[in-house]
């Protein structure tokens, strides 16, 4: 991975980051922590300028949010909420908390996009909520654009730091995510067993 990475970059440029930075967003395991960093050891090599590969790392990776974006947006909540007063029984899932949910993300959901964006594991997926709660598209891109802005600079900037030693950033990074992933699955499981108990309890 690392070393078809490097060839794009160097076969493409700026241009090999942006798209590089898309398909990271739209295929989570081309993982950006992988990407800029080594963009990041190009530029302190002279190959490249850190202010370009910053500024072509974010916007690929803001082009790359647009896709499950549209996705939760042509979904839609009320599609959602039929389908959860309809089938969600089995998940433990009501039309009500959909409802709740979006209501959340309707309060919080700009503060959820731009922190979100930093957050390896859920940062490619949290354009599938935003675009469900119909979150305005103007507010989508900058919240979107800043976050990515903050975690490109810091990825390329640990790369142009490290050097030929920028692959550690994904070493330390990378096991971060699955962390993550792991908790929130952890965090999954024990809501939907509470739940569970809770409607067995109500039928009871």
């Not at 903050?150 to 550690?168: N, P």
């Amino acid at each position: 991975m690392a070393e078809w990475v490097q060839n794009l970059m160097d076969s493409m440029g700026y241009l090999g980051i942006l798209l590089l930075m898309v398909l990271e967003n739209v295929f989570p395991p081309i993982p950006s922590e992988l990407i800029m960093p080594s963009a990041g050891f190009a530029a302190s090599r002279g190959d490249l300028n850190l202010v370009l590969v910053i500024l072509m790392g974010t916007l690929g990776s803001v082009i790359g949010t647009l896709p499950l974006y549209y996705v939760g947006r042509a979904f839609g909540e009320d599609r959602l909420v039929a389908w959860a007063d309809k089938h969600g029984k089995w998940l433990t899932l009501s039309g009500k908390d959909i409802r709740r949910a979006d209501d959340w993300f309707d309060r919080h959901g700009s503060k959820a996009v731009l922190f979100g964006r930093m957050v390896p594991g859920i940062r490619s997926l949290l354009s599938l909520p935003a675009g469900m709660s119909e979150m305005p598209m103007p507010k989508f891109l900058l919240f979107s654009a800043i976050g990515s802005g903050l975690w490109a600079s810091l990825l390329a900037g640990a790369g142009f730091l490290l050097g030929e030693h920028y692959d550690r950033v994904e070493q330390y990074v990378g096991p971060a995510s699955k962390i993550i992933l792991g908790v929130l699955a952890v965090a999954a499981v024990a809501w939907f067993l509470r739940r569970k108990r809770e409607q067995e309890h109500a039928e009871a």
